[in-house]
């Protein structure tokens, strides 16, 4: 960090937390296209409505792994060893206790969870299905959030896109097995995306207590340290708050589709989730490899270096999501293939949908890594804050739209929202870096020298 130039040290670490949070979204699209592809329109529907309690354990992974990630670096940078070694023992704690007790929560409002959103019938029995394994999981579901990003913020990004893209790929292998030889449905895709994750969780452990870790934890360091652990916790609130947010985004489209369409709808908005969940992993990768040199830039009181790398980030992140709204604006076809094969009644549904649905997508990259931004120099209340509205400012929206506009309002309540949001978000940036003396652009001295 202090020898290398800003852009390539941001690339050093952005590219592999990028490629690392893709190919985590890899788990979840080739569920997708296998299940569209065998299953049809109602094992879509089923996965879709199964997911926002799945995403409960990602939620909470994350908050582990980049709460723990910040702190990590911030020690790092402040030249505590032994306070980052202790911090990255808590992650075990952490992983099983939270593992264990999220995942039974899972499995026991399982079947409530999906009458919720009015699934009865095959698709209810689908989604319980898929729910009880991931939940019995618990804390492989949330090792293979957090420990990538751990050992990314350990020195290793290789290593963990090695991991995260070994299990990506045991995972089109587990679910061609399970899904479409054995016709296991829904059950077949839990088990397979376990398994992979699992090899993918034994890798990044394995890093951990090698030689090759320079933060390798010592036995003094393996105790429970209550303190360590909720400062962790604390940091990384606002990235859990984040996924919960995404869960309660999707269950509420999954009913006011269900109300104003019909199962179709719910696939059909499940393939757009899909997509733009793909697109939030990309930011959240730029996120990811932005944050360790926010924080350790931060807490070495250099704020030029914390300039370039946020300018860079929203760059990437927010760069990316424009091309990647263009695609789909244009090719809408090519991206519902993916999933559909002859249901022409889902094709048509779903590219109304994307059209109406995804044409501001690259503003969730900008309202992500702002609060990422602000999490990694510490300040968890303002990057709360943001997911915190990103959350309220949806629900008048979604009770408005859909009112007044029936189908189509479902589909635009999200853009609209953002739209909003993110002009709040812009000032509220651009405020606080001048409380912290940080500029966007470089003074005009710099520029003439």
């Known amino acids: 960090m202090l020898q290398q130039s800003i852009t390539r040290t941001f690339w050093h670490y952005s590219i592999p937390a990028i490629a690392a949070l893709l190919i985590s979204g890899l788990y979840q699209i080739v569920d997708g296209a296998f299940i569209g592809h065998a299953m049809g329109a109602e094992g879509l529907s089923a996965i879709n409505m199964a997911w926002p309690l799945s995403g409960v354990l990602l939620a909470v992974g994350m908050m582990i792994g980049m709460g723990s990630g910040a702190r990590c670096s911030l020690a790092q940078g402040e030249e505590k060893i032994d306070k980052a070694r202790r911090i990255l023992m808590q992650v075990f704690w952490l992983l099983i206790a939270m593992g264990i007790s999220v995942g039974l929560c899972i499995v026991y409002f399982a079947p409530m969870f999906m009458r919720l959103q009015d699934a009865s019938g095959i698709i209810e029995n689908y989604g319980i299905d898929y729910l009880t ?52 449905g829904l059950k077949g895709a839990a088990i397979g995306t376990i398994i992979s994750e699992s090899v993918a969780v034994i890798i990044c452990i394995g890093f951990v207590f090698s030689r090759y870790n320079k933060l390798r934890p010592q036995r003094e360091h393996i105790a429970f340290n209550l303190r360590l652990s909720l400062e962790s916790l604390t940091t990384g609130f606002s990235s859990m708050l984040m996924y919960l947010y995404l869960s ?98 889902l094709h048509v549904a779903t590219i109304h949908g994307l059209r109406l649905h995804l044409f501001v997508m690259y503003l969730d990259g900008f309202i992500v890594l702002a609060a990422t931004f602000f999490q990694a120099l510490g300040h968890a209340r303002y990057a709360t804050f943001i997911t915190l509205s990103n959350m309220l400012i949806l629900f008048p929206f979604l009770g408005f739209f859909p009112w007044v506009f029936g189908l189509d309002g479902v589909w635009l309540a999200m853009p609209l929202s953002n739209i909003c949001l993110s002009i709040v978000v812009v000032l509220m940036l651009k405020r606080q870096l001048r409380r912290l003396g940080i500029r966007l652009t470089p003074k005009k001295e710099s520029l003439a020298s």
């Open 248 to 345: 309660v985004v999707v269950m509420m489209h999954n009913l006011l589709f269900m109300k104003h369409g019909g199962p179709i709808e719910v696939a059909a908005y499940g393939i757009a989730s899909y997509l733009i969940g793909f697109y939030y992993l990309l930011a959240e990768g730029v996120c990811g490899g932005m944050q360790p040199l926010v924080s350790y830039y931060y807490g070495a009181r250099q704020p030029e270096k914390v300039r370039q790398v946020l300018k860079l980030g929203l760059m990437t992140a927010v760069g990316g999501g424009i091309a990647l709204a263009v695609a789909i604006l244009i090719l809408p076809s090519l991206f519902t293939s993916i999933f559909i094969s002859d249901d022409s009644a």
């Open 133 to 184: 394994i991931i939940g019995i999981s618990g804390p492989i579901v949330l090792g293979s959030i957090a420990m990538p990003l751990l050992v990314r913020n350990l020195g290793a990004p290789r290593l963990a896109t090695i991991a995260m893209l070994t299990g990506a790929l045991l995972n089109v292998l587990m679910d061609y097995v399970f899904i479409i030889r054995l016709g296991w």
